[in-house]
């Protein structure tokens, strides 16, 4: 089946400690996601990458960087992770066909920083 | 600015009951796309629905059927004879054309009791 995988699917860093997230899709789609969701809290859009051109949201922290080094993979780096970026990190993709198309989202990845 | 207002936060219904989660949305275009995702406790998001700006046709999927009306800027869901497995966050979405942004409302906890 095609999907969206993420692994792994829980991640322990220590504090400051760099850490990357992994992203892969079977959808051979255009656009990949990276969604940060904190606790009882909506999904927040960090950056995305259509093909290879990379989007970053104004409000994204420069801690976040994200690779992409071909159409099935895409990875989330937190350079210095703090207390603060403990969430679930999940990754989308979706085909842009000149309209809106939905995003299929993966698993996720929950990040527990100590 | 686009914007996905879920007034309630929490739902408690017992097996077997109709439930409906609201969903309010804000947008300037003319052009935009409704979603509904759910996150069961494992932290998926899953695709449920996808409307857009000139489809107001109603829509049921066996058990779920969802309204749409321009008028009042509301798609709302709804869950018929509801069961355990249907407890999970509800999140609506909204996104413009020629944006690649999907906006997420709050989202609405759905507990399905025995």
């Known amino acids: 089946d095609a999907m969206v995988i993420q692994n792994p699917r829980y991640q322990v860093t220590q504090f400051g400690k760099p850490v990357t997230l992994s992203c892969s899709q079977t959808l051979n789609h255009n656009v990949m996601y990276w969604y940060q969701q904190k606790s009882s809290q909506a999904p927040k859009l960090l950056f995305h990458y259509y093909d290879k051109d990379f989007n970053n949201e104004a409000d994204t922290p420069d801690n976040f960087q994200s690779r992409r080094p071909n159409t099935s993979f895409c990875f989330l780096d937190i350079r210095s992770p703090g207390l603060g970026d403990a969430a679930m990190y999940l990754c989308a993709t979706s085909s842009r066909q000149g309209v809106m198309d939905t995003q299929y989202f993966g698993p996720g990845t929950r990040l527990t920083v100590l | 600015a686009q914007k996905v207002t879920q007034a309630q936060t929490e739902i408690s219904v017992v097996e077997k009951e109709d439930v409906t989660l609201d969903c309010v949305y804000e947008?300037?275009?003319?052009?935009?796309?409704l979603f509904w995702y759910k996150q069961p406790p494992s932290g998926e998001l899953v695709f449920l629905i996808r409307r857009n700006s000139f489809d107001e046709q109603n829509e049921i999927s066996g058990r779920y059927s969802w309204n749409f009306q321009k008028s009042t800027s509301s798609f709302n869901f709804t869950i018929t004879a509801s069961q355990v497995v249907d407890s999970a966050v509800y999140f609506c979405a909204l996104s413009e054309a020629q944006v690649n942004d999907m906006r997420f409302g709050a989202g609405t906890r759905l507990t399905v009791k025995p």
């Open positions: 947008t300037r275009d003319t052009t935009y796309y």
